[in-house]
């Protein structure tokens, strides 16, 4: 049988419960026509590029499927005539990815790396940015600054 990789998106005011549930209908209706669902992965509330119907964002699951073109064709009637389904992809390929995909280790790879340290965390401040106007060697800075620019100003009008 041939291999298919579906990604679909449902609604963002769907709740994660009802998103299994809906993955658990699909993978039944592959299952009822003579085919399998080898990997299912739910990568969460996601942003998308572009407003679509409304939402910014959607919960996103992917399916690994071996199954007949007839169980993939009856699989998109349902994804299509479900009002929580925004979009969906399903492609044919010549074999099934084993272990995680590309989006999943991506995202553990960035849990691994650890947030970015903020403003405050892990930035040290230069001392040309520490002085300012309530800083007190500016302020003796400035008034030595201004009694020597007064000294010539005065010699000058002299």
Do not use: C
């Not at 964002?57 to 071996?66: Q, T």
């Not at 969906?88 to 790396?113: C, I, Q």
């Amino acid at each position: 049988m041939p291999f298919y990789e579906s990604v679909f998106i449902a609604r963002q005011d769907v709740s994660t419960s009802q998103v299994d549930g809906l993955t658990d209908t699909f993978e039944k209706t592959i299952k009822d026509l003579g085919g399998s669902v080898t990997k299912k992965e739910s990568w969460g509330l996601r942003p998308m590029a572009y407003r679509v119907k409304k939402n910014r964002k959607g919960h996103y699951v992917l399916m690994n499927i071996d199954a007949p073109a007839e169980a993939i064709k009856e699989m998109e009637r349902q994804m299509h005539i479900n009002e929580d389904v925004i979009r969906y992809l399903t492609t044919r390929v010549d074999e099934l990815e084993e272990g995680p995909s590309a989006v999943l280790r991506a995202k553990e790879r960035d849990d691994d790396r650890g947030r970015r340290p903020g403003h405050d965390e892990g930035y040290e401040k230069r001392p040309f940015f520490d002085k300012g106007p309530d800083d007190k060697d500016a302020k003796a800075g400035n008034a030595k600054a201004g009694k020597a620019g007064d000294d010539k100003a005065e010699g000058g009008d002299e």
